[in-house]
């Protein structure tokens, strides 16, 4: 049996496997990130002989009990447990996708969970620190994430696909992931205190336009990964996503591939 | 007519940013945003002001008769009724 501790904003988990396959993947795809200390999570993965029948997209749902979920997809089942702090998860040997991509999947979706009762979220975002300071750029596949932390050679990469953001003592910080894009590359794993958020799109100029409190939970919500669908967990990522941009400056970016937009941030 | 009173749904998550309430819709995950008057009456939806008294605050801070206030009022009540934001009930609600 391996046990493997991974640290991700602030959370670590101790890694449960008896299969040597997944010790080496989660030993890989989480290279930099792992980390002593004691546990805040224990994470049990299992790799099964034979396929199991599994769902097809990804579904999240109270379990029984209020705070256990069910987490299903057709390469991976498990289940999530906030208030045990334990997750444990079968992948299926679904033909389609590797064991790398079944386990990132289902610890995107674990964290999700778990960062609730850390008042912090996932985002669809790149981030990146410049001086010391942590700015983040969110927006659906094609907005440009990619393309922003790949301008940005100047800057150390958080994330250039799934960011990390949490509030403690009123202000937002923004941790380093080892989730990747098209980038393909993991993040540090550090983390700066976040003083801007920045909705990409496309354009021919670079240009900031500032936006509302309100304007920004608008832009934000859409960009969350949060698949449990219970009101009383989605109101509460809600009310994180309101205490963030009530926190955090927040912009319309609209950039071309060019380094320039960092000056329009900087000067804006 | 009887009275009526509205009570937000406590399933909902809601903020109110430059007097427009933004509110969580718990079934869909969708954003609704409410104008100044809507976002008086999503206030005022406590299960104990009566739909009346919001009508009067309504004419009163809007400038706007009676008759448009009760207007504004039914549909606002319709659309967040379907939307499963909000009750209505002919009496006051009693305290869980």
Redesign the interface.
Known sequence: MAELSIGIAGLRAAVVTQDPKVARVVRDRFKGFDSSGPADWRIEISLPPGSLPSSGDVVVKRDGVPARFSVNRHDFTGTVDVGERTADVMLTQAHDVSEEVSIESFWRILYSLALVEAHGLVVHAASLVRDGRAYLFSGRSGSGKTTVARLSTDATLLSDELSIVRMTKGSAVCFGTPFRGELALAGEDRAAPLVGMYFLRHGDRHAVQAL???QA??RL?PNVLFFA?E??V???V??IA?DLV?TVPCFDLSFRPDPGFWEVIVNG | MAEAYLTQSPRTAWRVYDGEAVILCPDSSTLNTLNAVGTLIWESADGKTPASAIVARICEEFDVDPERARRDIADFIAKLSARGLLTVSETIRQAP
């Open positions: 509302g409190p309100g939970l608008a919500l669908r009101a009383d989605t109101a509460a809600f009310r309101a009530e």
